[in-house]
């Protein structure tokens, strides 16, 4: 399995960025999917979920009507569209991928699986 990210840079603050995961050996129908950042001395956090099929979507509230998650089935690829940047943004971000029945709950822990957890290389993004 293989969630391979793209789309990290630097930008100004209110600036734009896109990334995007493509899946590998796993499909979005049998597995949520999300975005996961951290910043240096922090504590991974959840940022944006996708619910297996990407039915539901949820978001962590520091992003919530500035970060949009599309998927697109035909590439297996979840895209997150950031806005608004802000310095606090800045973070390495991190694909993941699970089996999961409650998206939200996984958002609050995405360490946290009871089923095979993968996650994607990271890609920095830096907000100034």
């Known amino acids: 399995v293989q969630l391979v990210e793209s789309g990290g840079g630097s930008v100004q603050a209110g600036g734009s960025l896109r990334l995007s995961c493509t899946a590998i050996?796993?499909?979005?129908?049998?597995?949520?999917m999300g975005w996961s950042r951290q910043a240096p001395g922090n504590e991974r956090e959840g940022v944006a979920v996708?619910?297996?099929?990407?039915?539901?979507?949820f978001y962590a509230d520091s992003v919530k009507d500035r970060f949009t998650l599309t998927l697109d089935p035909s590439k297996n690829t979840l895209y997150m569209d950031m806005n608004s940047l802000q310095p606090d943004d800045a973070a390495v971000y991190y694909c993941?991928?699970?089996?999961?029945?409650?998206?939200?709950?996984?958002?609050?822990?995405?360490?946290?699986?009871?089923?095979?957890?993968?996650w994607g290389q990271g890609t920095q993004v830096t907000v100034s």
């Open positions: 993941a991928a699970t089996r999961c029945t409650d998206g939200g709950a996984w958002l609050k822990a995405p360490n946290l699986s009871p089923f095979p957890l993968y």
């Open positions: 050996g796993i499909t979005y129908s049998t597995h949520c």
């Open positions: 996708a619910s297996t099929g990407g039915i539901a979507t």
